[in-house]
């Protein structure tokens, strides 16, 4: 038995008055996803635990099977995990983005730009090691990731600051969410001293020239400790593998135990190797991995970004992997189940991300429904409804020790 989770991130969305009321799901031209969806089980699940924010790190905890409230310590640690960071007892990590910042005093600079143009990692690599060599000392290590995503560890740290998401903010003032509480003070002058150190940086330098936004400062959130968790193998009795271009993902493979492989130019955009992920997910299969989640970024980050054409499109490179993939296991012949669903919805009139239940679909080859649903989120309403996320891997799994 095989199974599949094609987890097309933030990609649920509300009704958009520019195409018609219709969602970007709705939208798309997604033939394969219809064609699967008269087949499968279509429903809402409630991916968000009543109370916890709506992250991505709470939400693809949960759909793969872990409950946040037992396994959830925070976001920077499994990041930090997937960049090799040993933390210890006691130290906090602390997600570190690079982000573009208008000028002015603080009580008028606005978030212009979360990611800072998507900066490259080659790019951000310098730049974090020179805010490492000017900032950095026992108590304060800061670490290089992927693109515009860092990692701070503080020794001896608090989870206690409150500490706001740069994407929850964007084209807003940021004056009144620099870090506030216990050790937000520190936090605070942090950033506040980075635009000196990245200012005239000769990167950022070149990045204007180029028409692209530079890196003016680092912004903190997602603080946490170190995560414990259990082995996928152990707790589902599943070889795993997590495919995904983002450190968080990667992060939570490594704590799982699970498989993650590598594959080049995959960038969590929609400019994406798309070809390159699926080819990634049969090499799992064909190697003995029984389970294999495929992590999109790209529909969350046009969420972010108010990018309605392009969340369409993003949406329709899915439809397209989708179809890849249920070809590719139709033709193994032996029994499978595939499941598509976001984490969390990120509707573009908000830009960030939103606890309300989201749209799945789960396709068993050798259970094949037959109606005339579709797959979006008001067809979803009609559905089954799932209360957790974790009911996703319940459902899966249903039948795995039967003898199909």
Request: aromatic share 8%.
């Amino acid at each position: 038995m095989k199974y599949l989770v094609l987890l097309g991130d933030g990609m649920a969305d509300v009704p958009n008055a520019e195409i018609g009321g219709l969602t970007p799901i709705e939208k798309a031209h997604t033939p394969n996803i219809d064609k699967i969806a008269k087949k499968s089980q279509v429903g809402l699940v409630q991916s968000i635990p009543k109370g916890m924010k709506p992250g991505s790190d709470v939400a693809n905890l949960s759909i793969l099977g872990y409950d946040p409230k037992k396994y959830y310590s925070g976001r920077s640690p499994l990041e930090a995990l997937a960049i090799g960071v040993d933390l210890k007892d006691g130290d906090v990590a602390i997600r570190t983005n690079l982000v573009t910042l208008s000028d002015g005093d603080w009580d008028e600079k606005v978030m212009l730009d979360y990611s800072a143009d998507e900066i490259s990692t080659a790019e951000a690599k310098q730049l974090i090691e020179e805010i490492q060599k000017e900032l950095g000392n026992d108590k304060y290590h800061f670490y290089a990731g992927f693109s515009y995503r860092h990692c701070l560890v503080v020794s001896n740290g608090t989870t206690k600051t409150t500490l706001t998401p740069p994407h929850d903010i964007s084209k807003q003032k940021v004056g009144d969410k620099l870090p506030k509480g216990e050790g937000g003070k520190d936090l605070a002058y942090l950033i506040k001293a980075s635009e000196k150190i990245l200012k005239n940086h000769p990167v950022n330098i070149q990045r204007i020239k180029e028409g692209k936004n530079p890196a003016t400062h680092i912004w903190f959130w997602g603080a946490g400790t170190k995560p414990q968790l259990d082995s996928f193998e152990e707790k589902y009795g599943l070889k795993g593998a997590i495919i995904s271009a983002v450190d968080l993902l990667k992060g939570i493979a490594v704590g799982a135990k699970m498989k993650a492989p590598y594959v080049e130019n995959a960038t969590g955009t929609i400019n994406t190797n798309w070809k390159g992920k699926v080819e990634a997910v049969k090499q799992c299969f064909d190697s003995g991995i029984d389970y294999v989640y495929l992590h999109m970024e790209a529909p969350d980050e046009c969420g972010h970004q108010g990018d309605l054409e392009n969340k369409i499109r993003s949406i329709e490179k899915i439809d397209w992997v989708t179809g890849e993939l249920y070809d590719y296991l139709k033709s193994k012949n032996e029994p499978f189940v595939l499941v598509l669903t976001p984490d969390h919805a990120t509707p573009l009139d908000v830009m960030t991300h939103t606890s309300t239940p989201i749209p799945y679909m789960i396709y068993k080859s050798y259970k094949e429904l037959d109606s005339d649903t579709v797959y979006s989120e008001k067809a979803a309403q009609n559905g089954v409804f799932l209360h957790s996320g974790s009911d996703i891997m319940k459902t899966m799994l249903a039948e795995k020790d039967k003898n199909i």
